[in-house]
């Protein structure tokens, strides 16, 4: 950021062109530049992940759409002519399913990695703030992209979600109608939901890029999850971080064509390949396994319109998560309590996750009321109190110092590995 | 922007107090309201788009001959996209669905008020919780506790007036609107 300086171009027609719209320098300046934290880990490879996703997806999705028909009457026709006429269709079909839930894994990592390590805390509030309305884009583009295959989860998915509006008084049945556009889910809901999952990843990138954006403002967080003090605890973003997501970036993707290649359907519902019946209803409704936990929190409830209020809460609550954890040392490393907390959180959400999946009933609905009343509590009542009554660990003076200890000169390389202290 | 319109000498750059500031600013407001309104008169006709459209409104109303089903059986039917029970309750049926005490119903409706002849069970099978299609139109379907309706989603059990009696649904299932054109034969719609 600050310590960078102009760049100097050799080629004429780049510096023509700079001088006129600085593009190049701004690329030199963001990407090749930008000082990262020297001891960031693996973990901060996901943000890098999930915007590889991204560009897979619509350009997945962008050739899919060439030959998708959004009408009831052979939208399952035509997805079943993708995968058996279309030249790799098969293919693409396999790594936009499939990418989809990669997408969420990538996102889902980022968002725990930056809970364990306070990424949220002032000054990145607002860049926190637009990661969960990337997910809540997310989630919606997801939800309308499963109903277009129109088998019987599409169909029966879409029918209790676009229902959960219902629950709302008064307004509620007039909004199901219009979302619908006519009685139930039918012909016009499918092809508005084809559209609206066309427009919503350029939402998503527009997103992303202000995302991008305010993280260039404040920099990047760290697993010290203290500021660095000056270049003697950054390196460059290129090489350094370029490599070292490549290199993330590559194992990743060799997880996700395994899935593509070897169990691509192993993430869906079989049900889905049953063309979609108005009149017969599946005997138990899953949603695709990255909405489970909330799905979880919305049958836990036994009011409609609180299940429906607490699972749009469970994002909410997200939103306001700078204001409810009043510690001020960012990472989990020196928070030895909140530590506990974290991973109690993350078994909670699979927990969530696996009771959503099972019907509601009996020791299930159990398990996901204690689920649903321990995630609120975490973020409601533990992080508004443990920032009071924490002590936390000693705060490095700076990011090198745990490195060279003792204090000796700083060496201009980064020879130094990411630490792993305490 | 305001600063440029002033005539030179009243400053450049504080606001001139007196009539003109309060005649610019009401000037504002005015424009503004005005261009809300016309925005919000604007966005109209893209939202109302995504309701129903005159042809689905067109097929809102359907005939259905009741002669074919015998007492105690059930038939479905669609209408305006969602199935409709039509059930032919026997004696023990009707029984169980007045004897109901109605305080202990969630959504306390008596058996009369639901059907217009007590042999002719209509409602829209839809469950009202999650819009699920209950299960018990089949003789071999699971009917709940209360044989009637039972939806296999979120386990809800309707009786036989179609009432909620147990499980997350918060109300019974929909009576709609239909009306007997003969002794054999209804109207939905």
Redesign the interface.
Known sequence: MAQAHAPQFKNPVVKWIDSRLPIFTMLDHEYNQYPMPRNVNYLWAFGAIAGIMLVVMIATGLVLAMQYAANTHIAFDSVERIMRDVNYGWLLRYVHANGASMFFIAVYIHMFRGLYYGSYKAPREILWILGVLILLAMMATAFMGYVLPWGQMSF?GA??I???F?AFPIVGDPIV??????????N?TLN?FFALHFLLPFVLFALVILHTAALHVSGSNNPLGIDPKGPQDTVPFNPYVTVKDGFAVVVFLIVYAAFVFFAPNYLGHPDNYIPAN????P???VPEWYFLPFYAIL?AI???LGGVLAMFGAIAVLVILPWLDTSKVRSCKFRPIYRQFFWILAVDALVLGYAGAM???GVWLMIARIGTAYYFFHFLVLLPLLGKLERPLPLPASICEPVLKGGGRVAAGAHAKPMEKA | MAQTTHPPGTGAHAAPGGEGTSRRDFLYLATGAVGAVGAAAAVWPF?DS????AD?LAL?SIDVDLAPVAEGQAI?V?W????VFVRHRNAKEIDEAKKVNLGELRDPVADDARVKKPEWLIVIGICT??????LGQKPTDPRGDYDGWF?????SHYDTAGRIRKG???ANLVVPQYAFTSDTAIRLG
């Open positions: 029966w029918t209790v676009t229902n959960l219902s109608t219009w979302l619908w556009g006519g009685f139930s889910v039918d016009p508005r108005p009149l017969v209803t005997a138990h409704i049958r036994p009011d409609k019907p509601a009933e | 939202i995504m309701n129903p459209a689905t809102a479905t669609t305006r996209g969602k199935p919780h999650l819009g699920c299609v209950p939806c296999p989603c979120h386990g997350p649904a918060p």
